[in-house]
């Protein structure tokens, strides 16, 4: 059952233009990370089809768009306190984690400045920002749809993504205590971390669809 605040004909105009800005947002994100993973895995942009993009324009945009969602949000309690009140706790809560993932994708196309080489620690790395870019477009289609399904395959997702990402986080630090860390160790470490922290913003987006309003960014409820 959708819960009625995902209906469109429901919200009041700001309400309505709000989740509009957060879902251009989360479409600008999943070029981010595109982006963002092309540059760090040394991958041709031509493959993708798509232009090369500047991550960290994109970011300010990202945090523009934060900014205007609080702002519609706060205009529309300002006038009308009580109409789509859910609605508005549930959206700042969202762009928050939206924003979030922008910085994290920032700073992971950082690391494409350490030109690091090809390796297993690099391969395992992409693998898991493979299973990180469909959740974008998934927690996309949860929101606008309110489908708890969709959310709930996300959230699934990143119980698997932080799985696997703490597992390689766990090996490379033992490794590294036997024969010391390199470069391109400490990059892949930083940047696994980075790629789990996006899967779990991915995930809270998707919990406001799956959860009750006290467990936004928590787990599925038993």
């Known amino acids: 059952m959708i819960p ?6 429901d919200r009041a105009p700001l309400i309505y233009d709000a989740f509009e800005e957060v879902y251009g947002m989360l479409e600008r994100t999943d070029g981010m990370f595109d982006s963002a993973c092309r540059s760090l895995f040394n991958m041709s942009t031509e493959a993708s089809g798509e232009p090369p993009v500047d991550v960290a324009i994109l970011d300010e945009d990202i945090d523009y768009g934060e900014r205007a969602v609080r702002r519609m949000v706060f205009q529309h309690l300002s006038m009308n306190p009580k109409q789509d009140l859910t609605a508005s ?6 762009v928050h984690d939206v924003e979030r993932a922008g910085d994290y994708i920032k700073s992971l196309s950082y690391l494409s400045r350490w030109d690091v080489k090809s390796s297993a620690e690099a391969d395992r790395s992409r693998a898991i920002s493979e299973k990180i870019r469909p959740m974008f477009g998934e927690a996309l289609n949860a929101l606008r749809d309110g489908d708890d399904a969709i959310a709930r395959s996300v959230m699934d997702r990143h119980k698997a993504n932080k799985k696997e990402a703490n597992a390689f986080l766990q090996e490379m630090l033992e490794a590294s205590s036997t024969t010391g860390g390199t470069r391109d160790a400490l990059v892949w470490n930083i940047g696994v971390q980075y790629l789990r922290r996006i899967s779990a913003h991915l995930s809270n987006v998707a919990s406001s669809v799956a959860n009750p309003f006290d467990r936004l960014g928590g787990q599925e409820p038993i």
Request: hydrophobic share 65%.
């Open 89 to 94: 706790l549930i959206l700042v809560s969202i």
């Open 4 to 9: 009625k605040f995902w209906n469109v004909r």
